[in-house]
């Protein structure tokens, strides 16, 4: 049966009174909102303003299908105009021309035709190519494009050549819900999508903020970690890519802060570029490979667009382009278009595929609720069908669009209706009275995501489904009188044959987050079954949970024996296992009593047996967690009791009796809200999970699994130390069968096994002691300071190497042409001779060669730790913190703060412990300001960019122009002079920027910003932010070496991971984190102040606000990568040692990679700022 794209239209009215207008089908967009995305558009959808020129009533809406019959009366009079806004003649019909817009026309007598002879000016063709009938409208079907069609009269246009044919599953796009991350009813984390069937996924949505336009998370209840959670799944599969999708169908809603955005990004070029440059800046922060731009939409004007949209969208995609070709790496775009001829009509889709990789056709919502308050009215439509698809791709092809630049779009969802008549239920013939029932988990009525619809299908056996062959899709009713439409393995299989044909090149998924627990949609789609992601990951980075990281080697030394055999009761077999294997368990799923796959594993393993969860059968079957059962979704687990530390803490705590609390020296971990096993029920209390309050085994404890318990995993660094189906919840049990489980946190005190007995300070890790030396600048430094040589490097301590980088080589100059003997070196601020000399290195004209000069600054002085307090002045303002690693030298990577009186100021474990001890810590490292001067002078910011990519129109301050104003001492009366003092400690003179930039980062006036920090954190953070290796790399990879041979000694190489991430935990601790914000306010106020008084320097404020900006994002970017370089480099080793000897792996290597995995998963608390 033909679905409405069958339906006539045509120019009728001087016959009939009644107009046809083609009005091609609206794709629904991808929809953003994260309560209840559905319903939301479907308010959206229901009464949108007609104002665009085209054949259409007031009472129309772009919302049609392809070609929709309207019923108005075309005749008029005296005092009753053209409903269509067309010329009223004078035998009271509507046209255009002579004969209706001549003598005798009574109303809208200057209209014109929106194409053809009558349309202003004559002969104007149609958007996008489409016919221009006799009557001069525009539209696609035989009564526009026959005899008498005046332009592009082609009615079935074919594809361009050139497109190779069976491509279109060659590039699978998977969109993620963000919001579904924090489904009350089924979420769904980046890492349950099904990376097996995707070469691409997409987070949806990004937003941007008003103010800045830079990118954001699309609401407050969504966190930037999602974003690096997203692009960790690269780690799971390698090859795998991942874009940032922006924009949606609720950012260009109208009455939003965020529709105008891309409008007024696109239409200056200054913005433009900025904006391009910061879209690579957020990519490489987030690891992104690509962005897709939906934006819906632009030029439309019920969408908030305005016509030079159209130009503009291209204009931003070649800014992005060039941006992309100068990042380093490659970056992909694509974006987003609809299949209507109401909205692609503000697509130049030719000239955005210039720059563009690709774009993603939305062929899906062609039909819906909505369309009951259009011409279509409310009869049974499926939302997709193949019919309208190929009448949408041939207005691509009437434009020259290639196939092979496009995906075409398939949805994991349905359109459901409530019938008007139960007895009614023929698409195209019969009615519906409003949306389907809303399904248990999306609650939207008129929407069923995939899963909602098989189990509504296995609830109900006895339906019938039809399958309208000719549109490519399927529908069913139920419950008297829902009806629902929908793709499923034949439907898929059609319209892909169709996308092969024509020489699609990939296809898109919204949204692959729909999908059910069997990953049916997938499956279908692709026509081949789907691994789930325990099999996908394989030995790469991301399958080191903490069941696989104590079992290392465990899934190379156990097999499961597919066959079903006996395991139980009087005829159990004992032949289960090869020789050299013990049996150690088995899985029951699909078995029956007494029977199951037996698991069978080395004998040289450690373990015990008794345990029966599978190790990872994922044959599909309904979703359940027994041994007894088929996995739903997700995988089994096979476990085995380890001789590790693990069950020496379980045996610290305890859980009480039922109804029973903790006694007064233990600390409650939490409860069991029931336990069958002693008919402990909610009545009776449940059970409590106790430790000892003194330095307890685990540091807290959590339940985790809500909803289907789709979450129910414990993180990389905890264990599992009991499941239960309601958790401590007994009113909110899991769905699905499944169980939540009670993960804990081991106290690393507690857990000596990966701590070695020295600590980072010892003679032993010599190469740490640089990093342990105290600070030589400070004050109250036990080492004396030394005298600088303003002409030499060599006066600078090997100390201080750390903080300020390594020793000059020489120059470097421009170009290699030009050569000078050495350095060319000047010395900033006389007026404080001891402070300590921070290195700006900038170019400048030395004759006629363009040399690079190194510009010492010297800091204002700064007190030590043991004197920060000393004085009144510190005393008030200085702060009484000190920081270090929490839990001592063996550490996870927090950071815990305590009173720094608490500090001896001499001895063991003091302020000045030689080889360990406290430093002054300056937040903000004075480093930036040697940075900032190279950013003013050569426009060189600290990630490597170029101001003049993000500001073209800002020109850069030479050194000549800037070097009296930022070490002379000005008179007071000059401008510098009357700028406001930096803080609001003031004993020396303010002439000059130099002073008062150091000023603000600290100084022994001005000692608020300064911290008390653990001195090795200190130094390494100092080389962090200098963006050097806080770890000498081949010192390092000899420690792994060693620790693979001896099966000890980890420490080595895991702690200066583990400190790296501990630096950004302490910048964002509150207390570091408000005096940082401080700090960055005066120096606005100072860069606004220069910027507002002295004409010369007129470029400072702009190049500072982007150089803050800069120096924070690229060294986060710098830390997050050299952290995960060197944990896949550990992982590597490993393996290789793992591989090459698999019968006797390192004796450390499940404990290190469950480090590992920790590590894996702190990598997002390294960021920048806000």
């Given at each position: 049966m033909a679905l409405s794209g069958k339906v006539f239209a045509g120019w009728l009215a001087a016959v009939l009174g009644t107009v046809y207008v083609a009005v091609l089908l609206l794709s629904h967009d991808h929809y953003s909102d994260a309560s209840s995305g559905a319903s939301r558009i479907l308010k959206a959808r229901t009464s949108l303003p007609i104002d665009d020129g085209l054949s259409l009533s007031p009472n129309d809406s772009p919302v049609s299908g392809n070609l929709s019959r309207r019923q108005d009366d075309f005749s008029c009079g005296p005092g009753r105009p053209c409903s269509n806004s067309a010329c009223c003649g004078k035998d009271g019909f509507c046209g255009y021309g002579p004969t209706y817009c001549g003598d005798g026309c009574t109303s809208n007598c200057n209209a014109h035709a929106e194409c053809g002879k009558d349309s202003n000016p004559p002969g104007k063709t149609c958007p996008l190519n489409v016919c221009c009938s006799e009557f001069g409208f525009c539209g696609t079907t035989e009564e526009f494009c026959g005899a008498k069609c005046q332009s592009n009269c082609a009615l079935e246009p074919s594809p361009p050549s050139g497109s190779a044919q069976g491509q279109v599953l060659s590039r699978v796009v998977g969109y993620y819900e963000s919001w579904n991350y924090r489904s009350s009813c089924r979420k769904t984390k980046p890492s349950d999508l099904p990376l097996d069937a995707l070469t691409h996924v997409n987070y949806a949505f990004a937003f941007l903020d008003a103010a800045t336009y830079h990118?954001?998370?699309?609401?407050?209840?969504?966190?930037?970690?999602?974003?690096?959670?997203?692009?960790?799944?690269?780690?799971?599969?390698?090859?795998?890519?991942?874009?940032?999708?922006?924009?949606?169908?609720?950012?260009?809603?109208?009455?939003?802060?965020?529709?105008?955005?891309?409008?007024?990004?696109?239409?200056?070029?200054?913005?433009?570029?900025?904006?391009?440059?910061?879209?690579?800046?957020?990519?490489?922060?987030?690891?992104?490979?690509?962005?897709?731009?939906?934006?819906?939409?632009?030029?439309?004007?019920?969408?908030?667009?305005?016509?030079?949209?159209?130009?503009?969208?291209?204009?931003?995609m070649a800014s992005l382009r060039n941006a992309f070709n100068s990042a380093g790496r490659k970056l992909g775009i694509s974006f987003t278009i609809p299949a209507s001829y109401w909205y692609l009509r503000w697509?130049?889709?030719?000239?955005?595929?210039?720059?563009?990789?690709f774009t993603n056709m939305m062929s899906y919502d062609i039909h819906g609720t909505w369309d009951k308050q259009n011409a279509i009215g409310n009869v049974l439509h499926p939302h997709t069908n193949l019919t309208e698809i190929k009448k949408a791709a041939e207005l691509l092809w009437r434009n020259n669009v290639p196939p092979n630049k496009v995906s075409l779009g398939f949805g994991f969802y349905g359109r459901s209706y409530t019938?008007?008549?139960?007895?009614?239920?023929?698409?195209?013939?019969?009615?519906?009275?409003?949306?389907g029932a809303p399904g248990p988990c999306t609650a939207t009525s008129g929407y069923l995501s995939y899963y909602e619809i098989q189990d509504v299908l296995a609830k109900n056996p006895g339906i019938t489904v039809n399958w309208d062959k000719e549109a490519s899709v399927k529908y069913f009713k139920w419950n008297n009188d829902q009806w629902i439409a929908y793709d499923d393995k034949d439907t898929f299989k059609q319209k892909v044959d169709w996308a092969n044909s024509v020489g699609f090149s990939g296809s898109l998924i919204w949204a692959s987050d729909l999908d059910d627990n069997q990953l049916s949609a997938h499956a279908a789609l692709l026509g081949r079954s789907v691994k789930t992601n325990s099999d996908v990951r394989s030995t790469t980075l991301a399958e080191l949970n903490t069941v696989n990281l104590l079992n290392a080697n465990l899934d190379q030394q156990c097999h499961i024996i597919r066959y079903c055999t006996s395991v139980e009761g009087p005829y159990a077999s004992v032949n289960f296992c090869n020789t050299g294997e013990s049996y150690f368990g088995f899985d029951r799923a699909g078995c029956g009593k007494f029977k199951g796959h037996p698991i069978c594993c080395k004998t040289t393993i450690q373990g015990t047996t008794g345990m029966y969860l599978a190790r990872k059968p994922d044959w599909g079957g309904w979703p359940s967690e027994s041994g007894d059962k088929r996995c739903g979704r997700g995988s089994k687990a096979f476990c085995c009791t380890m001789p590790d530390t693990v069950p020496a803490l379980l045996k610290q705590c305890r859980w009480t009796g039922c109804g029973k609390g903790c006694n007064s020296d233990e600390q409650d971990m939490g409860k069991v809200a029931t336990d069958k096993d002693d008919w402990c029920g909610v009545a009776r209390g449940g059970k409590h999970f106790c430790c000892r309050a003194s330095n307890p085994a685990f540091k807290q404890c959590t339940w985790r699994g809500h909803g289907d318990c789709v979450d129910n995993t414990c993180k990389g660094n905890e264990v599992t130390v009991r499941t239960a189906v309601d958790g401590d919840d007994a009113w909110h049990a899991c769905n699905w069968g499944r169980q939540k489980s009670f993960c804990c946190e081991p106290n690393n005190q507690m857990t000596p096994i990966m701590c070695d007995k020295n600590t980072i300070c010892t003679a032993s890790l010599w190469a740490y002691q640089s990093l342990c030396q105290p600070d030589p600048w400070a004050n109250d430094s036990p080492n004396s300071k030394r005298e600088l040589d303003a002409g030499t490097y060599a006066s600078i301590s090997?100390?201080?190497?750390?903080?300020d980088g390594p020793e000059s080589s020489g120059l470097v100059p421009v170009s290699r042409q030009l050569h000078q003997p050495h350095p060319f070196w000047e010395v900033i601020s006389k007026r404080s001779p001891s402070g300590r000399p921070i290195n700006s290195y900038i170019h400048v004209f030395l004759g006629a060669h363009l040399v690079e000069m190194v510009v010492r600054l010297l800091a204002q002085t700064?007190?030590?730790?043991?004197?920060?307090?000393?004085?009144?002045?510190?005393?008030?303002?200085?702060?009484?913190?000190?920081?270090?690693?929490?839990?001592?030298?063996?550490?996870?990577t927090g950071v815990e703060s305590f009173p720094r009186a608490l500090l001896a100021v001499n001895g063991p474990g003091s302020i000045n412990?030689?080889?360990?001890?406290?430093?002054?810590?300056?937040?903000?490292?004075?480093?930036?300001?040697?940075?900032?001067?190279?950013?003013?002078?050569?426009?060189?910011?600290?990630?490597?960019?170029?101001?003049?990519?993000?500001?073209?129109?800002?020109?850069?301050?030479?050194?000549?122009?800037?070097?009296?104003?930022?070490?002379?001492?000005?008179?007071?009366?000059?401008?510098?002079?009357?700028?406001?003092?930096?803080?609001?400690?003031?004993?020396?003179?303010?002439?000059?920027?130099?002073?008062?930039?150091?000023?603000?980062?600290?100084?022994?006036?001005?000692?608020?910003?300064?911290?008390?920090?653990?001195?090795p954190m200190n130094n390494m953070k100092g080389k962090i932010f200098a963006r050097q290796n806080p770890y000498d790399l081949t010192e390092l990879r000899n420690h792994i070496t060693n620790a693979i041979t001896t099966g000890q000694g980890e420490e080595t190489f895991l702690q200066p991971m583990r400190m790296v991430v501990a630096i950004f935990r302490y910048l964002f601790d509150p207390n570091v984190s408000n005096s940082i914000q401080t700090q960055r306010n005066q120096l606005l106020a100072q860069a606004t102040a220069i910027?507002?008084?002295?004409p010369a320097l007129q470029p400072f404020l702009a190049i500072w606000t982007e150089f803050d900006r800069d120096f924070f994002e690229a060294t986060a970017n710098f830390a997050r990568t050299w952290v995960a370089d060197q944990i896949i480099t550990v992982i590597a080793a490993y393996q290789a040692a793992i591989r090459a000897n698999p019968n006797n792996p390192p004796a450390n290597a499940a404990q290190v990679l469950n480090e590992l995995n920790a590590l894996f998963d702190s990598l997002q608390y390294i960021r920048a700022p806000p």
């Amino acid at each position: 049966m033909a679905l409405s794209g069958k339906v006539f239209a045509g120019w009728l009215a001087a016959v009939l009174g009644t107009v046809y207008v083609a009005v091609l089908l609206l794709s629904h967009d991808h929809y953003s909102d994260a309560s209840s995305g559905a319903s939301r558009i479907l308010k959206a959808r229901t009464s949108l303003p007609i104002d665009d020129g085209l054949s259409l009533s007031p009472n129309d809406s772009p919302v049609s299908g392809n070609l929709s019959r309207r019923q108005d009366d075309f005749s008029c009079g005296p005092g009753r105009p053209c409903s269509n806004s067309a010329c009223c003649g004078k035998d009271g019909f509507c046209g255009y021309g002579p004969t209706y817009c001549g003598d005798g026309c009574t109303s809208n007598c200057n209209a014109h035709a929106e194409c053809g002879k009558d349309s202003n000016p004559p002969g104007k063709t149609c958007p996008l190519n489409v016919c221009c009938s006799e009557f001069g409208f525009c539209g696609t079907t035989e009564e526009f494009c026959g005899a008498k069609c005046q332009s592009n009269c082609a009615l079935e246009p074919s594809p361009p050549s050139g497109s190779a044919q069976g491509q279109v599953l060659s590039r699978v796009v998977g969109y993620y819900e963000s919001w579904n991350y924090r489904s009350s009813c089924r979420k769904t984390k980046p890492s349950d999508l099904p990376l097996d069937a995707l070469t691409h996924v997409n987070y949806a949505f990004a937003f941007l903020d008003a103010a800045t336009y830079h990118i954001t998370p699309m609401d407050s209840g969504t966190t930037a970690d999602l974003f690096t959670e997203t692009t960790n799944l690269k780690q799971l599969k390698p090859g795998l890519e991942v874009w940032l999708s922006l924009g949606g169908w609720t950012f260009s809603d109208n009455g939003t802060s965020t529709q105008p955005l891309l409008s007024d990004i696109a239409r200056d070029s200054s913005k433009r570029t900025a904006w391009a440059n910061h879209v690579v800046s957020f990519l490489n922060t987030y690891g992104f490979d690509g962005i897709d731009i939906d934006w819906e939409y632009p030029g439309a004007p019920d969408r908030g667009g305005k016509p030079e949209d159209v130009q503009n969208f291209v204009e931003l995609m070649a800014s992005l382009r060039n941006a992309f070709n100068s990042a380093g790496r490659k970056l992909g775009i694509s974006f987003t278009i609809p299949a209507s001829y109401w909205y692609l009509r503000w697509f130049d889709v030719p000239g955005l595929l210039r720059y563009a990789d690709f774009t993603n056709m939305m062929s899906y919502d062609i039909h819906g609720t909505w369309d009951k308050q259009n011409a279509i009215g409310n009869v049974l439509h499926p939302h997709t069908n193949l019919t309208e698809i190929k009448k949408a791709a041939e207005l691509l092809w009437r434009n020259n669009v290639p196939p092979n630049k496009v995906s075409l779009g398939f949805g994991f969802y349905g359109r459901s209706y409530t019938l008007s008549d139960p007895s009614c239920s023929t698409p195209g013939t019969c009615r519906f009275s409003d949306g389907g029932a809303p399904g248990p988990c999306t609650a939207t009525s008129g929407y069923l995501s995939y899963y909602e619809i098989q189990d509504v299908l296995a609830k109900n056996p006895g339906i019938t489904v039809n399958w309208d062959k000719e549109a490519s899709v399927k529908y069913f009713k139920w419950n008297n009188d829902q009806w629902i439409a929908y793709d499923d393995k034949d439907t898929f299989k059609q319209k892909v044959d169709w996308a092969n044909s024509v020489g699609f090149s990939g296809s898109l998924i919204w949204a692959s987050d729909l999908d059910d627990n069997q990953l049916s949609a997938h499956a279908a789609l692709l026509g081949r079954s789907v691994k789930t992601n325990s099999d996908v990951r394989s030995t790469t980075l991301a399958e080191l949970n903490t069941v696989n990281l104590l079992n290392a080697n465990l899934d190379q030394q156990c097999h499961i024996i597919r066959y079903c055999t006996s395991v139980e009761g009087p005829y159990a077999s004992v032949n289960f296992c090869n020789t050299g294997e013990s049996y150690f368990g088995f899985d029951r799923a699909g078995c029956g009593k007494f029977k199951g796959h037996p698991i069978c594993c080395k004998t040289t393993i450690q373990g015990t047996t008794g345990m029966y969860l599978a190790r990872k059968p994922d044959w599909g079957g309904w979703p359940s967690e027994s041994g007894d059962k088929r996995c739903g979704r997700g995988s089994k687990a096979f476990c085995c009791t380890m001789p590790d530390t693990v069950p020496a803490l379980l045996k610290q705590c305890r859980w009480t009796g039922c109804g029973k609390g903790c006694n007064s020296d233990e600390q409650d971990m939490g409860k069991v809200a029931t336990d069958k096993d002693d008919w402990c029920g909610v009545a009776r209390g449940g059970k409590h999970f106790c430790c000892r309050a003194s330095n307890p085994a685990f540091k807290q404890c959590t339940w985790r699994g809500h909803g289907d318990c789709v979450d129910n995993t414990c993180k990389g660094n905890e264990v599992t130390v009991r499941t239960a189906v309601d958790g401590d919840d007994a009113w909110h049990a899991c769905n699905w069968g499944r169980q939540k489980s009670f993960c804990c946190e081991p106290n690393n005190q507690m857990t000596p096994i990966m701590c070695d007995k020295n600590t980072i300070c010892t003679a032993s890790l010599w190469a740490y002691q640089s990093l342990c030396q105290p600070d030589p600048w400070a004050n109250d430094s036990p080492n004396s300071k030394r005298e600088l040589d303003a002409g030499t490097y060599a006066s600078i301590s090997k100390a201080d190497k750390i903080r300020d980088g390594p020793e000059s080589s020489g120059l470097v100059p421009v170009s290699r042409q030009l050569h000078q003997p050495h350095p060319f070196w000047e010395v900033i601020s006389k007026r404080s001779p001891s402070g300590r000399p921070i290195n700006s290195y900038i170019h400048v004209f030395l004759g006629a060669h363009l040399v690079e000069m190194v510009v010492r600054l010297l800091a204002q002085t700064y007190p030590g730790p043991a004197t920060l307090t000393a004085t009144q002045n510190g005393a008030q303002n200085a702060s009484p913190l000190a920081f270090r690693p929490a839990g001592g030298q063996c550490s996870t990577t927090g950071v815990e703060s305590f009173p720094r009186a608490l500090l001896a100021v001499n001895g063991p474990g003091s302020i000045n412990t030689q080889g360990r001890g406290y430093d002054t810590d300056h937040p903000i490292e004075l480093q930036y300001v040697g940075q900032l001067l190279t950013a003013l002078v050569d426009g060189l910011l600290p990630s490597g960019t170029n101001i003049n990519q993000i500001l073209p129109n800002v020109q850069t301050i030479p050194w000549t122009t800037i070097r009296p104003y930022w070490d002379e001492d000005m008179p007071y009366n000059q401008a510098i002079g009357a700028l406001p003092d930096p803080t609001p400690f003031t004993d020396v003179n303010w002439g000059n920027i130099n002073n008062r930039l150091f000023e603000i980062l600290g100084s022994k006036t001005n000692r608020a910003p300064f911290r008390t920090l653990d001195r090795p954190m200190n130094n390494m953070k100092g080389k962090i932010f200098a963006r050097q290796n806080p770890y000498d790399l081949t010192e390092l990879r000899n420690h792994i070496t060693n620790a693979i041979t001896t099966g000890q000694g980890e420490e080595t190489f895991l702690q200066p991971m583990r400190m790296v991430v501990a630096i950004f935990r302490y910048l964002f601790d509150p207390n570091v984190s408000n005096s940082i914000q401080t700090q960055r306010n005066q120096l606005l106020a100072q860069a606004t102040a220069i910027t507002n008084n002295i004409p010369a320097l007129q470029p400072f404020l702009a190049i500072w606000t982007e150089f803050d900006r800069d120096f924070f994002e690229a060294t986060a970017n710098f830390a997050r990568t050299w952290v995960a370089d060197q944990i896949i480099t550990v992982i590597a080793a490993y393996q290789a040692a793992i591989r090459a000897n698999p019968n006797n792996p390192p004796a450390n290597a499940a404990q290190v990679l469950n480090e590992l995995n920790a590590l894996f998963d702190s990598l997002q608390y390294i960021r920048a700022p806000p």
